[in-house]
């Protein structure tokens, strides 16, 4: 079963997970973040995560309160895709920067991250989510922004990630 465990803290993440459920249809739980136990993580044959990022990209306190749980984990061998939200215009100089946090955290519990994205048609200063020039570490999403174009950035990732959807 493919699980979606997502942190907000204004529900875009939320309906974001809740999107990408319906588009994969059967076989698929999504879990807050602060409900998630440690089997939720260990017994998904594939994981996506997704986060907001807050403040001065900070985590979301769900998500913050979730780390222990996070370095718990042993995640060697398990595939995850990452999605992201933020706001490039009004966030730009930490744009996502969640999104990157949760990457580091996650590769170093030995996770293999799929699902990488162009940095292509978005307009910030600086990125933890940028990886590597030009590369997202998962799908990034600005419904402040750039709302209208969030299905067919989904969908492409989707595709991209498909193989691993279980």
Partial sequence: ?????????????ENIANQIAQKIGENVDVVDIANATKDDFEE?????????????GELPDELEG???????????????????LGD??????????ALG???????NKGANIVGFTSTDGYEYDES???IEPGVFCGLVLDEDNQDDLTEQRVDRWLEEI????K
């Fill in 162 to 165: 498909k193989p691993y959807i």
């Fill in 44 to 56: 998904a044959d594939f994981l996506i995560m997704g986060t907001s990022t807050w403040g001065e």
């Fill in 128 to 130: 933890k989510a940028e």
């Fill in 66 to 84: 979730a780390m222990p749980l996070i370095e718990s984990l042993d995640l060697k061998n398990n595939n995850i895709a990452l999605f992201g």
């Fill in 101 to 107: 946090i949760l990457y580091e955290k996650l590769k």
């Fill in 88 to 97: 490039q215009e009004e966030y730009g100089e930490y744009f996502v920067n």
């Fill in 1 to 13: 079963m493919t699980k979606i465990i997502y942190a907000t803290q204004t529900g875009n993440t």
